[in-house]
């Protein structure tokens, strides 16, 4: 046994002006939680709830919840059972050490974080309180001098409830991201029309489960009111909960009693069993959409992860809009909503043409599913969706068809917009009324650029140039402010890494999205670069490209806001920095692929062509799945289409310099020579140049290739530090061909 010290409290409950700091103590020796600050406890015997802040080890980040822990004690091992957390308060915005929690005269409790921000009260000013308790069922009650409840934790339920708390219409259960994250996710559970119906929380929800079913040994249900009933409070510890993954169980401790959907409504019926736009088969397998061109998966080691378009449909973009077709495919929630009649998703009995154009003509639309009725005719039922979850490929999709909509190259013929059964004039309209938007578009372009060049002054193109050029900024970016960002990245204070025109640091948005934020210093070139960056890649989008999310350009200051890249450049892993979780042959593959595809759009298939001119290593940044993908174009150069080469100044990074420098005419062609470089590098795990090496003949790469390929011992500089490399020479030596045509 062991015993706990609950600072002004006593018995389950306080009084008023009672003020607790959350400051570490590590009371509860979890395997991977900790408590820092208990507050309440309720139970003498068997399992107990305890009320304070929750902290995880190793991390300074807590909520403030109800836990479900167990008296019992073992000291070589710790818990008997680990801790259950059944309730938070602040489960979206947690607090560091030496936060506070005040019940303060008013009879509001109130959680403050460290730097004095509000983060979560009860609301309960002027409401009589006279007291704080923590009951024997898990509940955390205010009560007034009548003993009368004020407010309950059981009427705020987060993911879980607990034997004897209900669920009633107008509340909910969300899941957690995942079992680290607690923060809210998209499963959730509410009651909704006579049923408890589980469902996907976007706008409009998805529902996945419904049921009006009454009969369980582990719930009540009168149609209004859903209810977890009572156990013996001292031999169990039961509570039911909905997970990350959309499943609904009762546990006891972490150990599962009982699902409570039927054994009929298997794995494939789970909304992100196989991951977005994936599809889920009978025998369990996940699996992207056929067509390549269009989809791909996350990780090829993890398919249920799901698959990623190539491509972001873009809405300003929507004359290349198309439909990847499959048939004998369905949706996890074509009957269900069916059943609620969600006249936001359903378009009943309709043709086919018209379901697909009215996806078409929806920019937040982003897939149609068709199905026809059983009575023979040529109209069907249509459900609109504006997320894709995982789709389904079985018996039951049979006379379903689901169209996910794409996005087309500009170089897409117009055909492939056409809408079956449609006007046979759309293509011609199509392509006169584009002409005529872009004609018009440009000449609005150059109208208000000559109306801004005229207003500017000299005296303030120093400071407020960027300003000035704002309109031809792309209007999808986010411009955030010179302070917001200082809040973002904690005052610039984690560095991620540094190049020619500044440093780059990590930040997290207010909804937890972690992002890169590259600081340019300086005056020269900084701006030019600043302006080619935001142009280059501000209005394009592909998988194998770094997003760019916003800017700032505010007095002298100027910053670009990127998506967060987890495992960093792939100079890191090609050096060998990260000896035990080398890169494989397969991903390595997957890398080389990423990046050709990458400088495929930019070349091929962007309005205008976009040559990177600074491929290297550094510049290739992997996801958390390696997935590649191309960053910083502050020394881009973008070329009209009927161009096919540019002179321009020397610029890059010696090494990976074409031959066509020294004439200063360059073509897309120098960025595919520094591809071949890169490629070179990947596949012999070693820097271009490595002054490192004894022999000075072999600090050049390209030199070492070179004199290999003439001896015909490639194989030789295949990975040598790696040993699925090894395994694996001959296929290698074959991609350093690539390599070779590349460098010609």
Known sequence: DYNISLPNSTAGHAGLSSLWINRP??????????FSTPILQRGNAGPRFLYGFYCRYNDTECLLGIVLYHNKY?????????????WSANRNRPVKFNATLELGQDGNLVLTDSDGTLVWSTDTIGKSVSGLNLTEMGNLVLFDKRKRIIWQSFDHPTDSLLPGQSLVSGRKLVASVSATNRSQGLF????????WAAYMDTNPPQYYYTSSN????????NGQTFTVLHYPTNSTAQFMKIGPDGHIKVYQWSEVVSELLPRYVDNCAYPMVCGSYSICTNN???TCPSQENFFRPFSERKPDLGCSLLTSVNCNSSQYHSFVELKNTTYFSIYIDQELNLSKLWLWQTKLEDCKRACLSNCSCKAA?????????QRGNCLLLNEVFSLRDSEEGRGNTVFLKVQNSSKAQTQSLIIPGGNKSRPFKVIIGSTLAAFFGIILSIATCFVIFRKRTRESRKAADILDLAPILPGILTRFSYNELKVITEDFSRKLGEGGFGCVYEGTLRNGTKIAVKHLDGVGQVKESFLTEVKAVGGIHHINLVKLIGFCAEKSHRLLIYEYMVNGSLDRWITHENRENGLTWSTRQRIISDIAKGLAYLHEDCSQKIIHLDIKPQNILLDQYFNAKISDFGLSKLIEKDKSKVVTRMRGTPGYLAPEWLSSVITEKVDVYAFGIVLLEILCGRKNLDWSQPDEDDVHLLSVFRR????????????????DMQLHREAVTEMMSLAAWCLQ
């Open 708 to 723: 290999k390929a003439e001896q015909k011992q490639l194989m030789d500089m295949v990975d040598k530090n790696n040993e």
């Open 214 to 221: 009454a009969d369980s040994s582990y719930y009540s249900f």
């Open 25 to 34: 103590s590590l009371i509860l020796n979890s395997t991977t939680d900790g």
């Open 284 to 286: 369990g397998q996940c």
């Open 369 to 377: 599913v068709f199905g026809y009725g059983w009575n023979g005719t």
């Open 188 to 195: 959730a559970l509410t009651v909704l029309n006579g049923s």
């Open 74 to 86: 073992n000291e070589q091992n710790g818990m008997i059972d680990e801790p259950q957390l059944v």
